[in-house]
C-alpha cells in the first residue's frame, strides 16, 4: 500500500472525509472508472501527443528563421499544425475519452467506431502536416478530410455522453462550447486548404484565417484547458472546498470574447476586435485570480512538477492577451511580434498545461492497469516513481528559460542565438516526451 502513503504525504486533514478517500480514492476513480474505455483507447492518443511536442521540439531551431520573416511559409505552417493537431488536440482527445465519462458520471456514447478514431486523426494530421512541409494541396486536402471525419466522430462521442449527463460540473459546460468551437475550426481550416487549390477566396481569406486562429486558440484549445482545470487542478492539488462562482462568470465573459473576436475578424470590424480583446485580456486576469485561489485553499500544500507547469501555463497566459491587445491597439509592425506571442501561446500556455496533466495522467492510467490488481497481494512501485521526478524538474527549467530566451533574443533580431535558445527549449520537450513514454517501461 506504498502508494496510499504517497498519496497522502504533504496534506492537510480535511473535516469528515477520510485521507485516503479523498486523495487516492479521487484519483483512481477519476483514471480508472468503469464508466471508461479500455486503456487501449485514450493510450495512443496521449503517447503520440507527446512525440508530437518532441518532434515540435526538434525542428523548431531549424524552421524558427522562416517563421520571424514569414509567418506563412510552407515549413512554418507544418510546424503549427503539428503543434495544433499532433500534440495539443492529440492529447485532448485521449484525454477526453478516459475523463469525460467519469466527470459526468455517464458511460461513453457512440464508441461503435472508437477505435478507429486514432488511426483516422493521425493520419490525417500526417498527410495534412505533409502537404503544409511540402505544399502539395492534395495532401492538404486529403488530411483535412480525414481529419474532420475524426472530429465529426469525436464530437459525437463526447457530445452525446454530455448530453445523457447525469451530473453537469462547471467542466462540462466549457467542454460543450468549446466541441462547437472545434467543428467551426476544422470547417475553415478544409476551407483554406480547399483554397489553396481552388483559389476562390480573394480578399476574404486573411478575415478567414484570422477567424480560424482565434477559434482554434482560444474557442477550442484554450476553452478546453481553462474547463478540465477546474476539475483536475481541484483533484491534483486537493482543492475541493473551491466554488464555482468565479468560473461561471469566466464561462460567460470568455464565449461573448470569443464569438465577438470571431465576428470582429471576419467582418472586419475594428472597434469590436478591440472591445472584445479587452474583455477577453479580464476574464484571463478572472481566471488566473480564480486559479489561484484554487491553489491558495489546496490542502496537498507541497506543489509537484504537474502544478510548476500549470502556474507557468496561467502566468503566460495572463502576460500573452494583453500583450496581444496592446500590438493590436498600436498596430507594431515588428515582424517577429506575432509568431513569439504564437509560440509563448503554444509552449507556455497551452503545451505546458498538456505536459504537467500528462505527468499525471498517463502514471495513473497504465498503473491502476498494471498494478492495481496487485495492491495488498504484493510489494507495487509507487505512482510517483514511474515518472523520472530530475528529469521532470530539468525538463520544466529547460522549456522556460529557451521558451523566454527565444522570445527576448528573437525580438532584438538576434537570430543565431535564439535558435540556440529554440533548441534548450527542444531539448526540454524531448526529455519530457521521453519522461512520459518512459512509463511503459517503469
Given at each position: ?9 504533504n ?116 498527410l ?11 495532401l ?20 452525446v ?27 475553415l ?26 477559434l ?25 472546498s ?39 485580456t ?18 496537498r ?36 511580434i506575432l ?104
Amino acid at each position: 500500500m506504498g502508494t496510499l502513503k504517497h498519496e497522502q504525504d504533504n496534506t492537510t486533514p480535511v473535516p469528515g472525509i477520510k485521507k485516503p478517500i479523498i486523495t487516492t480514492g479521487g484519483m483512481q476513480g477519476m483514471m480508472t472508472s468503469n464508466r471508461g474505455v479500455p486503456l487501449t483507447v485514450p493510450l495512443p492518443f496521449l503517447l503520440t501527443g507527446a512525440c508530437a511536442a518532441a518532434l515540435f521540439g526538434l525542428l523548431l531551431p531549424w524552421v524558427l528563421p522562416e517563421a520571424l520573416q514569414a509567418p506563412d511559409f510552407p515549413h512554418v505552417l507544418a510546424l503549427v499544425h503539428i503543434v495544433t493537431l499532433g500534440w495539443l488536440t492529440m492529447t485532448i482527445m485521449g484525454a477526453s475519452l478516459q475523463l469525460i465519462p467519469v466527470i459526468v458520471v455517464a458511460p461513453l456514447r457512440g464508441t461503435c467506431f472508437v477505435h478507429w478514431q486514432y488511426p483516422v486523426f493521425t493520419g490525417g494530421v500526417i498527410l495534412l502536416v505533409s502537404g503544409f512541409w511540402w505544399m502539395q494541396p492534395c495532401l492538404l486536402i486529403t488530411g483535412g478530410s480525414l481529419i474532420i471525419l475524426a472530429v465529426i466522430h469525436h464530437v459525437i462521442v463526447i457530445g452525446v455522453t454530455l448530453a445523457h449527463a447525469s451530473k453537469r460540473p462547471l467542466t462540462v459546460y466549457f467542454l460543450g462550447t468549446s466541441l462547437l468551437y472545434l467543428c467551426i475550426v476544422v470547417g475553415l481550416g478544409l476551407t483554406a486548404a480547399l483554397n489553396f487549390q481552388f483559389g476562390f477566396l480573394t480578399t476574404g481569406f486573411d478575415q478567414l484565417l484570422l477567424t480560424h486562429i482565434i477559434l482554434g486558440l482560444v474557442g477550442w484549445l484554450s476553452s478546453t484547458l481553462i474547463g478540465v482545470s477546474y476539475t483536475l487542478t481541484r483533484l491534483f492539488a486537493l482543492a475541493h472546498s473551491h466554488d464555482d462562482r468565479l468560473g461561471r462568470i469566466v464561462f460567460l465573459l470568455l464565449n461573448t470574447s470569443i464569438i465577438g473576436l470571431a465576428c470582429g475578424f471576419l467582418f472586419s470590424v475594428f472597434i469590436l476586435i478591440i472591445a472584445c480583446s479587452i474583455l477577453l485580456t479580464a476574464t484571463v486576469w478572472l481566471f488566473a485570480y480564480d486559479y489561484w485561489r484554487m491553489l491558495h485553499i489546496r490542502h496537498r500544500k507541497v506543489l509537484d512538477t504537474t502544478q510548476y507547469h500549470a502556474i507557468a501555463a496561467v502566468l503566460y497566459f495572463a502576460l500573452i492577451v494583453p500583450l496581444g491587445v496592446l500590438v493590436t491597439l498600436f498596430h507594431w509592425q515588428q515582424p517577429a511580434i506575432l509568431p513569439l506571442l504564437v509560440l509563448l501561446a503554444f509552449v507556455g500556455w497551452l503545451g505546458q498545461s498538456t505536459i504537467g496533466y500528462l505527468y499525471k495522467i498517463v502514471p495513473f492510467l497504465i498503473w491502476n492497469k498494471r498494478y492495481g490488481p496487485l495492491v495488498g497481494r504484493q510489494k507495487v512501485p509507487l505512482m510517483r516513481d514511474m515518472i523520472h521526478q530530475r528529469w521532470a524538474i530539468i525538463s520544466f527549467w529547460f522549456i522556460n528559460v529557451g521558451l523566454v530566451g527565444t522570445s527576448l533574443l528573437a525580438l532584438f533580431a538576434l537570430v543565431l542565438p535564439a535558435q540556440i535558445a529554440a533548441g534548450i527549449m527542444g531539448a526540454g520537450l524531448i526529455v519530457a516526451a521521453i519522461n512520459i513514454i518512459g512509463v511503459l517501461r517503469a
